[in-house]
């Protein structure tokens, strides 16, 4: 059965979710880092921002291709299929993964162009990464070093390639996302633990602005899990933190979606 909920539909960009005003919150299509702790909304986020997408680009009359790496199995276990054209879970698949997408990035770029141009055989590419910590905790040394020098490559140049990261983390340890986050376009804070955390998820400064994500209470059954999927984002395009609650995203919406299903 097809549902259209319009809360994720626009021709103008992404829509992942409804600020304090009700105003749905719109974002380009881009890389995008969301962080929060366990039980804060990530995967709601997450998979908001990817149903979004598919939405925006197929009013573009343009196409999606989905990649996937997820080294815990969770979020995205069960998940290829119509949507998803690969995932992977072991560190060397994900290295072999990685350098495949620097290599078409490669190959996009002797075109010359200085905007991506998608068609139907070759469109606009998503790597989607949940536990991006893992990237500067997994395999050896060598593996580390390949694995960032690649990822740095697609993230200051895969965006004229037509190439995007989205990466999800559940903390934001300095040396897993400090070298990271200034190439990524869409920043999103849930709940973390401190203020220090949330300047270093939005920046400098987005505590000072209002971004009080470490203010917000723990997602609980006794509380009804009311605050999750409450954050702030902060984008190139809007330098202020916005604060708003992204939409509840069942398993079963997501196996729904990813079998080729409309949300």
Same mark, same amino acid.
């Given at each position: 059965?097809?549902?259209?909920?319009?809360?994720?539909?626009?021709?103008?960009?992404?829509?992942?979710?409804?600020?304090?005003?009700?105003?749905?919150?719109?974002?380009?299509?881009?890389?995008?880092?969301?962080?929060?702790?366990?039980?804060?909304?990530?995967?709601?986020?997450?998979?908001?921002?990817?149903?979004?997408?598919?939405?925006?680009?197929?009013?573009?009359?343009?196409?999606?291709?989905?990649?996937?790496?997820?080294?815990?199995?969770?979020?995205?276990?069960?998940?290829?299929?119509?949507?998803?054209?690969?995932?992977?879970?072991?560190?060397?698949?994900?290295?072999?993964?990685?350098?495949?997408?620097?290599?078409?990035?490669?190959?996009?770029?002797?075109?010359?162009?200085?905007?991506?141009?998608?068609?139907?055989?070759?469109?606009?590419?998503?790597?989607?990464?949940?536990?991006?910590?893992?990237?500067?905790? *997994? =395999?050896?040394?060598?593996?580390?070093? @390949?694995?960032?020098?690649?990822?740095? #490559?697609?993230? %200051?140049? &895969?965006?004229?390639?037509?190439?995007?990261?989205?990466?999800?983390?559940?903390?934001?340890?300095?040396?897993?996302?400090?070298?990271?986050?200034?190439?990524?376009?869409?920043?999103?804070?849930?709940?973390?633990?401190?203020?220090?955390?949330?300047?270093?998820?939005?920046? *400098? =400064?987005?505590?000072?602005?209002?971004? @009080?994500?470490?203010?917000?209470?723990? #997602?609980?059954? %006794?509380? &009804?899990?009311?605050?999750?999927?409450?954050?702030?984002?902060?984008?190139?395009?809007?330098?202020?933190?916005?604060?708003?609650?992204?939409?509840?995203?069942?398993?079963?919406?997501?196996?729904?979606?990813?079998?080729?299903?409309?949300?």
């Amino acid at each position: 059965m097809k549902r259209t909920n319009t809360h994720r539909i626009s021709p103008l960009g992404i829509i992942i979710g409804k600020t304090d005003t009700g105003e749905r919150l719109q974002i380009s299509l881009g890389h995008t880092l969301i962080v929060g702790a366990t039980g804060s909304g990530k995967g709601s986020v997450l998979w908001s921002y990817l149903i979004g997408a598919q939405h925006y680009l197929d009013m573009q009359q343009q196409g999606l291709f989905l990649l996937g790496y997820d080294p815990k199995r969770s979020e995205l276990a069960q998940v290829q299929g119509n949507r998803f054209f690969r995932v992977v879970f072991e560190t060397d698949d994900a290295l072999e993964l990685i350098r495949t997408l620097v290599h078409k990035m490669r190959q996009r770029q002797q075109a010359g162009t200085r905007t991506f141009k998608p068609t139907a055989q070759d469109p606009f590419t998503l790597l989607v990464i949940d536990e991006f910590n893992s990237l500067t905790t *997994a =395999g050896d040394n060598a593996w580390r070093k @390949e694995i960032k020098a690649n990822m740095m #490559a697609l993230l %200051s140049q &895969g965006r004229s390639a037509g190439i995007y990261i989205v990466a999800a983390a559940q903390q934001p340890q300095k040396e897993a996302i400090g070298d990271y986050r200034q190439h990524f376009m869409n920043r999103i804070c849930l709940r973390v633990e401190n203020a220090m955390e949330v300047d270093m998820v939005l920046g *400098a =400064g987005a505590v000072e602005q209002g971004a @009080e994500a470490h203010l917000i209470s723990p #997602a609980t059954e %006794s509380n &009804g899990y009311l605050t999750a999927g409450i954050g702030y984002t902060r984008t190139d395009s809007e330098p202020r933190p916005v604060r708003f609650r992204a939409p509840r995203i069942t398993d079963g919406d997501i196996a729904l979606w990813c079998s080729g299903g409309e949300l």
